[in-house]
């Protein structure tokens, strides 16, 4: 069952994903997937006539369960094939380029001392030691990175690399600089390594 708040439910697409079947609040708020589904068809709605309605529902789906078995199919298969990984990447990067035709401005790195567009820090972080096992950054470079006018050099992310190495710069690289230069050693006092 996925109630109501003060935002979207961050369990839904992963109840719709285990093929039972999933009771949703109706309400005001809503995520960007929500307007492609339909109720009685991927879920069963309640607090459509008053707030206390959900026993009815649930009664409901006692009492018919091979339409409720339906409904919970549906709901898995739209869960499988429309809120995948694949298509949340393609989601954001249509709602980015989207709000970025409502900028009033064009972004330039040329007046900002560090200034990394978004495709190289994604590229940095594919090959980072630190970070490249952690995301498959592939999906989101593959689509989207290739024909990206912010794209630079090979020799840009070398210098990009030296930035993140660089402790004052960086939090991962700082930390590992400091955590490997004080092996062995244990911190006193309470200037412990704060930046």
């Known amino acids: 069952m996925v109630g109501i708040g003060w935002s979207i439910s961050s369990k839904f697409d992963k109840y719709l994903l285990l093929g039972s079947l999933v009771l949703k609040a109706e309400g005001f708020v809503y995520g960007w997937y929500y307007p492609a589904m339909k109720a009685w068809e991927h879920y069963v709605p309640f607090m459509v006539k008053d707030k206390d309605d959900v026993l009815e529902m649930i009664d409901w789906a ?6 409720a078995h339906k409904i919970a199919q549906a709901g898995q298969s739209f869960a499988l094939k429309h809120l995948a990984r ?6 954001i990067y249509k709602l980015i380029k989207e709000l970025a035709k409502h900028m009033k401005y064009t972004p330039d790195c040329s007046k900002r001392p560090v200034c990394v567009p978004l495709v ?3 590229k940095f972080l594919k090959s980072f030691d630190v970070t490249h096992a952690h995301c498959r950054y592939d999906e989101v470079l593959g689509p989207y990175a290739a024909a990206d006018p912010a ?3 090979p ?6 690399t030296a930035q993140h190495q ?3 710069h960086h939090l991962w690289g700082g930390r590992r600089h400091l955590l490997g230069s004080s092996s062995g050693s244990s911190s006193s ?3 412990s390594g704060r930046q």
């Open 62 to 67: 006692r009492s018919h369960d091979e339409e």
């Open 86 to 91: 694949k298509t949340r990447l393609c989601y």
């Open 120 to 122: 190289e820090e994604i």
């Open 151 to 153: 794209a630079r050099t």
């Open 155 to 160: 020799e840009f992310l070398k210098d990009l």
């Open 166 to 168: 660089a402790v004052p």
């Open 189 to 191: 006092g309470s200037s």
